[in-house]
């Protein structure tokens, strides 16, 4: 095992192993594809094959998914969600199942449950605010809030709030109004529960 002089791991790809299988089939994947070895030391922090990245547990390899897929699932999201796409609700909906659902197919090998349950809530807050964003009047976001439940006088008091739409939506009062619970019901996706059906 080496170090740079910055401190990131080098691993030989003949010391890690995957499910009980060495990694060097990397190597020969990368000679047949590309005609020459391109994985004989790995900069594990930012190595990056297909999407995925490596990391070592316990001794051994495991697949992570790559920082920069993650950040392009993220912007995609942003697209979907955002405050003035023009989307209806049922095309915004359609939209992030598919991607959220592809996604996850995708990178169902990695181990990624905390990074996914921060994403999950990442997303939860886009698609609050988005709602509080179409609500837009005072007397829409009162009548709502109340039929989900608020008490007449919070209701009134939040449709008049003055915060930017991202700051109310991880108010106390979305949270409740929108809990996980009715996302779920109303059909957005969870990339956890996307990932622990796989």
């Given at each position: 095992?080496?170090?740079?002089?910055?401190?990131?791991?080098?691993?030989?790809?003949?010391?890690?192993?995957?499910?009980?299988?060495?990694?060097?089939?990397?190597?020969?994947?990368?000679?047949?594809?590309?005609?020459?070895?391109?994985?004989?030391?790995?900069?594990?922090?930012?190595?990056?094959?297909?999407?995925?990245?490596?990391?070592?547990?316990k001794g051994k390899g495991r697949l992570r998914i790559h920082p920069r897929s993650i950040q392009r699932l993220r912007d995609?999201?942003?697209?979907?969600?955002?405050?003035?796409?023009?989307?209806?609700?049922?095309?915004?909906?359609?939209?992030?199942?598919?991607?959220?659902?592809?996604?996850?197919?995708?990178?169902?090998?990695?181990?990624?449950?905390?990074?996914?349950?921060?994403?999950?809530?990442?997303?939860?807050?886009?698609?609050?605010?988005?709602?509080?964003?179409?609500?837009?009047?005072?007397?829409?976001?009162?009548?709502?809030?109340?039929?989900?439940?608020?008490?007449?006088?919070?209701?009134?008091?939040?449709?008049?709030?003055?915060?930017?739409?991202?700051?109310?939506?991880?108010?106390?009062?979305?949270?409740?109004?929108?809990?996980?619970?009715?996302?779920?019901?109303?059909g957005y996706p969870s990339l956890l529960e996307c990932y622990s059906a796989k």
């Amino acid at each position: 095992m080496l170090r740079c002089s910055r401190g990131t791991l080098l691993v030989p790809l003949m010391h890690l192993s995957l499910w009980g299988q060495p990694l060097h089939w990397l190597q020969e994947y990368a000679v047949v594809m590309l005609g020459y070895p391109v994985f004989d030391l790995l900069f594990l922090s930012y190595a990056k094959f297909a999407g995925y990245g490596l990391c070592i547990h316990k001794g051994k390899g495991r697949l992570r998914i790559h920082p920069r897929s993650i950040q392009r699932l993220r912007d995609k999201i942003r697209e979907t969600a955002a405050r003035s796409n023009g989307m209806s609700i049922r095309t915004r909906k359609t939209k992030l199942n598919r991607i959220i659902r592809g996604w996850m197919n995708y990178f169902k090998l990695a181990d990624a449950k905390s990074l996914l349950r921060g994403l999950d809530e990442w997303l939860r807050r886009r698609i609050r605010m988005v709602t509080w964003k179409q609500w837009k009047k005072v007397k829409t976001r009162f009548v709502n809030l109340k039929w989900l439940g608020i008490k007449d006088e919070q209701a009134w008091m939040w449709a008049n709030i003055r915060r930017s739409y991202w700051r109310t939506a991880y108010s106390p009062i979305l949270h409740i109004a929108l809990s996980n619970k009715r996302l779920k019901q109303a059909g957005y996706p969870s990339l956890l529960e996307c990932y622990s059906a796989k």
